[in-house]
């Protein structure tokens, strides 16, 4: 049974990279099913203001901390910073990340190492830190991607490589936390209209054409499964695909 305060009343959330995109929507719906609510980003100062704005406006609580998901310092500090604004941290969504496409034999060193951190090593830091915060259970919900389940055409190496790791760690995480009540699920979004991804594109329209339902999805689509695993009890260690079908 919900309440008129929403199943998330009384919880605190933190979601990285939730000042823009699928990060955004994640935080406004979090905030309307009653959770308080803190986003990093790592440039956009300004949109990030601006979520704080929208959830305050819901009646919850919400902060904005800058924190680059590749620095491991401010990864795991930006979970520390979260629970302290917000006196606990209830749900961890791992949103932040980068997109790097190209030919493998174009994709040098610095983007390696960059994507992996962002993608993975700080996904990594931030739940272990999470997992250190969530002393009477927990929700982690990582952000991966359709392109660990398939790759639809070349370019896609590195990426698909980050993303992939986090069903690894996803599994582990479920097996290790779950006599604490702490589940650990993995969403992984289709193509997704936002800044990193945006429909008008110039290669939307071939994206669009992969999916089963032929088009892109918006950030709150995704927003709204995450909302569900960060109220759900009884699933752990799962992939969701909300991908339109691209994986059918
Ligand atoms: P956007 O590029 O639209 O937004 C990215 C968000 O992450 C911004 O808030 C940005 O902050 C933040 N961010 C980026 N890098 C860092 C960093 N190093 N440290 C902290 N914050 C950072 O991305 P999307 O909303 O499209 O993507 C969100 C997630 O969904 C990503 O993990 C992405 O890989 C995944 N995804 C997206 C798909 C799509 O089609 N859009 C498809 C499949 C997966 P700032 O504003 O400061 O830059």
Do not use: W
């Not at 009653?34 to 406006?57: F, H, I, S, W």
């Not at 302290?84 to 790097?100: S, W």
Request: net charge neutral; hydrophobic share 45%; with cysteine.
């Amino acid at each position: 049974m919900t309440t008129t305060h929403g199943t998330l009343h009384g919880k605190a959330a933190l979601v990285t990279g939730g000042s823009r995109g699928i990060g955004a929507a994640t935080a406004l719906r979090l905030a309307r099913e009653g959770a308080d609510v803190a986003v990093t980003y790592r440039n956009g100062k300004e949109a990030a203001d601006d979520v704080v704005r929208a959830v305050t406006a819901l009646g919850r609580r919400a902060v904005a901390l800058r924190a680059d998901s590749a620095d491991p310092a401010e990864a795991a500090g930006a979970v520390d910073r979260a629970a302290e604004a917000l006196g606990g941290l209830d749900v961890l969504v791992n949103n932040a990340g980068v997109g790097v496409l190209g030919p493998l034999d174009q994709l040098g060193l610095s983007e390696v190492d960059r994507v992996l951190a962002v993608n993975v090593r700080g996904v990594f830091l931030a739940s272990q830190t999470a997992a250190a915060r969530m002393t009477g259970g927990g929700r982690i919900i990582t952000i991966g991607s359709c392109m660990t389940q398939r790759v639809p055409g070349p370019g896609g190496t590195l990426y698909a490589m980050s993303k992939s790791a986090l069903a690894g760690l996803t599994k582990a995480l479920a097996r290790e936390l779950g006599p604490r009540g702490i589940t650990a699920n993995l969403v992984h979004p289709g193509p997704i209209d936002t800044d990193m991804n945006p429909a008008a594109g110039p290669y939307a329209a071939a994206q669009a054409t992969m999916t089963a339902l032929g088009r892109f999805g918006r950030a709150e689509e995704v927003a709204a499964t995450v909302a569900h695993l960060a109220t759900a009890g009884y699933v752990t260690g799962a992939e969701f695909a909300v991908d339109g079908g691209h994986a059918a």
